[in-house]
């Protein structure tokens, strides 16, 4: 069982794809993809802040430097595409294209799936309470079959959604000792 979406599952294929099975290139195609989502990050701050020192702490950041290209990490590709969803709902006011573009960071990594309430009730913060709600269930329902159809290509039983389960224990978890420590 992957324990990450089904996105970044399509993603290492792809990399593997381009690598033909050498390890060494497979590892330099990895770091050069990564270093082109990182530009990506820097010009996407830039556009929604339309300040380059945010561009700049976020390009020379020494941690999304080592973790974000030299080591690899999957976390650079949910920072691009929680990136393009802010781009596309503070900018161009596309709530619809906003929350697809949660919905494939959340299909790499499950912990994406707690910006949607906050993008649709900022994208609606002026309408009334019970209107808010009802667009949270309509962009919750868009966000869901959005998110279920990149698991549509590698389901074959129940067990692909396996690894879903196995994150929402883990977190599940973490949610108990921090309320466990603090409350103690």
Known sequence: TVVYGP?????????ATLSFGNIDFGIFVFRTINILIHILNCYLIYAISKKKIFSIMYGLNPFMLIEGIMCIHNDIFVVCFIFLALYFLIKKKKIAISVAFLAMATAIKYFAILLLPLFVIYNFRDEKPLKRFGKCIQYGLLFAVILIIPYLFYIRDINVFAGIFTMQTRYAKNFYI?????FS
């Open 7 to 15: 996105i970044w599952t399509a993603i290492c294929k792809f990399v």
């Open 178 to 182: 921090i309320i466990l420590e603090y």
